[in-house]
């Protein structure tokens, strides 16, 4: 399988099973619509009488022969043999967790999937340190060989129990050595809460911090608000700065929603740059399609252009030495994940669980309250391994959209979460989300493709 | 090569006989959180 486009001047292949992204002239491009496996040596005569209308006869010939020269290297028109190792897709052990630590919010933003801090459970919760605790041994006890595992403080708003997050990471640190693993602790915060004393303790222990802003002040201001009404943007980005600032610029990012209310994002992604901000990220917001500030089949033509024109942002800028990581575009192409962790993605409900103030498992955050896939309780030692094993069954070969999908090796079969809440079906793919990983992958394949090309040029 | 030019090493075939060991960051694919898509983490192996 490939997929080809044009974007940026550039005409661009992806084969799909090698990995290969090649760059091609205009015959080659119009070629590769008129031919495909299996090849013949010379190029069949139809064809060049076909393409002779527009190109040159021996420009057809010798294209030909490029195409069927990496297709026996390999690399363009690959076969898809990755099913076997689909099949090899058991339960794993789990070696990531989502404490939410607090379910309630300092914060009413409008689109918030956790429901201003409840997830719609009508409650409003703090964990206790116990059951921090019992989190902390669950996933030490069921993390099987794994040394490193991943402990992200959420919420709601977790710096609203903070002494909780403080107590646990002492607590996690004390257990390492005996067990051998080694924590990295995240957290994911509104910025509300933070002073000084916090900063430091998260720049100490925890190996990532998100920072959420949705970028300009009034697109911000207009969602992320305050129980009064008013937005915070001014009250959090000094902080922000201060936090990312004593931690030399490392292992954060700032990560923003963008809604229909601005479509016009990059400027966001722009404002955070010109804020100081290098490691920047905006996620198209998720929620009901009759929500004002929705996304829908109708934003998409103005969601593309604004992707690609982030995407040349990015590539200006970079002319002039001024770098910044948009997560979107983030992408490596040769030293990438190996093809193994691409069938699966995000592990959720597997190798990821997430555990709620009442010491209820899900398989992860977006999943908490539903109670089709609760997957047992800490307090009364209950866990579901079916749920797991179909969590560990959800790869891109079990997905019928995904296994045709030239994006799935990028994708890795989207959210499950968002496909069960838009689909009813984990296994089916939320075609909304998937336009736009589509184009945010053209993108980034793009921003590979015209620096490589820029570097052959210095070359010539 | 004159019509084509291939930009990487195009050896996502070789990662799958030796990947899968798991000692990578977990990654959540979605908008709400980490946000990164699978492509772009690295290998820890
Ligand atoms: S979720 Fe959508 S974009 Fe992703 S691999 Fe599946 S079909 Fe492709
Ligand atoms: S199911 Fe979706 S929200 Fe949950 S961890 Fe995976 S990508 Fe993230």
Redesign the interface.
Known sequence: MIHKYKLNGLNI?L?V?????????E??YDLLDNVEPPFEEECPKWVIEKMMRFHDER?VV??YK??V??YKE??LF?ED??EK?AA?SVA??I??M?LLVEQDCNLRCEYC?AETGDYGLGKRMHMSFETGKKAMDFLLENSGN???L?L?F?GGEPLMNWDVVKQLVEYGRSREKEFGKRF?F?V?TNGMLLDREKMDFINREMS?V?LSVDGRKEVNDRVRKRVDGTGCYDRIMDKYKELVDLRKNENYYV?G?FTKYNLDFAEDVLHLYNEGFDQI?A????CEPTMSYALTEKELPAIFSEYERLANIILEHDKQGKHFNF??F?????????????LR????GN??VAITPEGDIYP???FVGIEKYKMGNLNDGTFNTDIKKEFAAAHIYSKEDCKKCWAK????G??N??NYVYTGNILTAHKLSCEM?KK??EC?IMI??AK??EE?DAEV | MKHIITINKANLKNTAAKGGCGKCQASCQSACKTSCTVANQKCEK
């Open positions: 292949v084969d099973h090698s990995g290969g992204v090649h760059l091609v002239d015959i080659t420009d010798t294209s490029e195409i020269k990496l390999g690399i690959s043999d990755y190792f090899y794993s052990p070696k990531a989502c999937f794994r040394e490193n991943e992200d959420f990295r995240t994911t990532n998100v990560r929603t990220s996620e198209p917001v998720v997560f979107h983030m992408l490596d192409l040769d030293q990438g994940p190996c093809a193994i962790k691409r993605g995000c592990g959720s190798e990821y992860c955050h977006q090796f990028y994708c890795s989207g959210c979460a968002n990983e945010r992958l980034a590979k493709a490589a090309a052959l």
